[in-house]
Structures are given as structure tokens and as C-alpha cells.
């Protein structure tokens, strides 16, 4: 398959491929946090203002965080530091600048809206949205495939020689699947503790990032390998965190003399009334 073109001119202008997918993906990110925050009973009235700095934050962090991991390519290269529009955007650093400033404003304009409750009605969004940018961001820019590879599911990309492994969609299958598992655990599991849906964001997603990086992207820098670490540490936070929660649960339940559950499915529901033939 033929690389599909990474830009295109609309008279004098020259518009790419990467950013008008970001743009998508941010407007999707934007109208499903409004959905679901109105699903949970909060208003919205004040996300528009939140999210336009929320946007802001994690472009400047991503790239931020993208150039001091490769400074010695920059440093050579002063002119590509702004060149967003080529790539070059750090997951963890979008996420790093952008998740405060969004807790931050979220917490001073809806003050009824917890920290926790927040990240987790956010924790899907970031993984759908992250699915979608995937497909319309880093699949359709310069040089945006893996390794090179001779198999048959092996793409070209522009300023990429040979066919190139498809990081960018396997990215958003993995993402895809644990978005099902977000969704999952929202309507399945009655009694789940608060933060239980972002533990287990972080912990699939770190553990998604760090094996993208180690199986199909890493290269022999300094940038690659905190990418494996930073996945690893997220990994290990988040799963640490569902496990610490979930006992805590069970342990909340036993000193309040509550039966706990032993399908989690169906919550702690007193038994059905029994007739007197019954007992």
C-alpha cells in the first residue's frame, strides 16, 4: 500500500494531515467529556473555557517533553523545535501539563465535581480519544510508521524507506480494547470503589505504551527509554492503586458488618425474603 499523502495545499496555504486530525480528535475528546459528565448529573456550562486551556497545555507539555528527550537532534535543529505540525509530540508530557491544569480549572468552576470523580469520568474519554488520534494523527504524518518489516501487514509512510510496521494502528486497537474494558467495568461492576476506573486506565495504558515502545518503536536514545520507564512506572501506579482500592473496599464492608458480594457484578443486595416453606 501506497503512503497516504502527509499533506496538501489548498491554494496558498499548506495544511497537514497530523494536525487536522489532532483537531478531530480534540473536538471528539471535547463533546464526549460534555456527554458523560451530563450522564453523571454535572453541568457543563463551564468545560468550553477548561478544555480550550486543557488543549493548550498538553500541545505546549507534549512538545516540551518530546524536545528535551531529544535535545541533541534539537539543538542542531533549533528551527524543527516549534514544527509541531511534522510530529514529535510526547505522550506523557501532554498528559503531565495537561491533567493538572484541567483538575485545576475543573475544580474552581464546578467545585462539586471531586478530583477522583472527575478523572474517572475522564479516564475513557483519553483512551477513545487517544484510539482516534491514533488513526488520525502520527498514521497520517511523516515518518510515523515502526520498524521495518517484511510482513504482510507492513506500511509505507512518508520519509520512511521499506514497508513499515503500523504502530500507529495497533496503538489505537490496544486502546480500542481497553476502552472496552473502561465501559466494561462502568456498567458491570456495581460496587466499584471511586478511582477504580482510572487505576485501571493507567494501569492498561502504561503497560500499552511501554510495549509499543519496547516491541516496535524503540530506538538507541535516551527519549525511547524514559518512554519505556515512564510506561512501566504509569503501569505499575495504576495497577497498584485498583488493588489497593479493591481491598479497601472488601475491608470498609467487613468493619461496617456488610456482606461482601462474591460476584462483584451484583453489588451487595440483601436476600430475597424467604417463605415459610422455605425455611
Not at 504509569?234 to 492503586?241: T, Y
Request: glycine share 10%; proline share 6%.
Amino acid at each position: 500500500m501506497r503512503a497516504i499523502p502527509y499533506e496538501f495545499s489548498l491554494g496558498p496555504l499548506t495544511l497537514h494531515m497530523y494536525g487536522i486530525g489532532l483537531a478531530i480528535t480534540f473536538w471528539f475528546g471535547f463533546r464526549y467529556m460534555e456527554r458523560r459528565l451530563r450522564k453523571h448529573g454535572y453541568t457543563t456550562n463551564w468545560l468550553a473555557t477548561t478544555f480550550f486551556w486543557v488543549v493548550i497545555s498538553a500541545i505546549l507539555g507534549a512538545r516540551v517533553v518530546h524536545v528535551l528527550a531529544n535535545l541533541g537532534y534539537y539543538l542542531q535543529h533549533l528551527v524543527q523545535i516549534p514544527a509541531i505540525w511534522e510530529g514529535g509530540l510526547s505522550s506523557f508530557g501532554g498528559l503531565l501539563f495537561a491533567i493538572p491544569t484541567g483538575l485545576a480549572i475543573a475544580r474552581k468552576r464546578c467545585p462539586e465535581l471531586t478530583l477522583v470523580k472527575c478523572m474517572d469520568i475522564a479516564a475513557p474519554v483519553l483512551v477513545a480519544s487517544w484510539s482516534l488520534g491514533r488513526i488520525l494523527g502520527p498514521q497520517l504524518m511523516y515518518r510515523g510508521g515502526g520498524y521495518r518489516t517484511n510482513a504482510w501487514y507492513g506500511m509505507h509512510y512518508w520519509g520512511q524507506q521499506g514497508r513499515r510496521v503500523p504502530v500507529p494502528i495497533f496503538q489505537s486497537l490496544e486502546c480500542l480494547a481497553i476502552f472496552g474494558i473502561l465501559i466494561w467495568i462502568e456498567h458491570a461492576v456495581a460496587d466499584r470503589p471511586e478511582g477504580f476506573v482510572l487505576a485501571i486506565a493507567a494501569g492498561l495504558w502504561g503497560l500499552s505504551r511501554f510495549t509499543d515502545e519496547y516491541f516496535w518503536l524503540a530506538q538507541p536514545h535516551l527519549g525511547s527509554k524514559l518512554v519505556e520507564a515512564a510506561g512501566l512506572t504509569m503501569s505499575a501506579i495504576g495497577f497498584s492503586a485498583a488493588a489497593f482500592l479493591w481491598l479497601r473496599r472488601g475491608s470498609r464492608h467487613a468493619a461496617n458488618g456488610e456482606p461482601i458480594a462474591r460476584n462483584p457484578l451484583q453489588g451487595n443486595h440483601p436476600p430475597p425474603e424467604m417463605s415459610i416453606e422455605e425455611r
